[in-house]
């Protein structure tokens, strides 16, 4: 039986996993390590704007519902909010899952 926390939440060997804001399960706990733009579709100052409302690294944030389909929009609870995040700004976001 492996009793890694990093390996159920699919971590590399040697250290902790860090994923999309998206990727995590409903009602996971996790930290933000990281807020940039993830691709060239996403809006110049859509980090600031994350930052914004609090998605600052070291925050912790979780899932708390998914829309249709599990698909758009994502609620994400970050500090006493909870917000609407589509799924092109939850991959701005990236966060390292806290064990249960």
Same mark, same amino acid.
């Given at each position: 039986m492996?009793? !890694? ?8 060997? *040697? ?12 009602g996971?706990?996790a &930290?933000?390590? /990281?807020?940039?733009? /993830?691709? *060239?579709?996403?809006? $110049? !100052? $859509?980090?600031?704007?994350? /930052? ?5 690294? *070291? ?11 599990? &698909? ?6 970050? *500090?006493?909010?909870?917000?609407? $995040? &589509? $799924?092109?700004?939850? /991959? ?9």
């Amino acid at each position: 039986m492996n009793t !890694d926390p990093n390996s159920a939440a699919g971590a590399v060997a *040697g250290g902790p996993a860090e994923v999309e804001l998206a990727e995590l399960p409903i009602g996971m706990r996790a &930290r933000v390590v /990281a807020v940039s733009q /993830a691709d *060239g579709h996403a809006p $110049l !100052d $859509l980090h600031k704007r994350l /930052a914004e409302l609090g998605f600052l690294p *070291g925050e912790v944030v979780r899932i708390v519902a998914r829309g249709f389909l599990a &698909r758009e929009p994502i609620a994400v609870r970050v *500090g006493t909010g909870t917000f609407a $995040l &589509r $799924l092109f700004e939850a /991959a701005c976001i990236r966060v390292c899952p806290e064990p249960a």
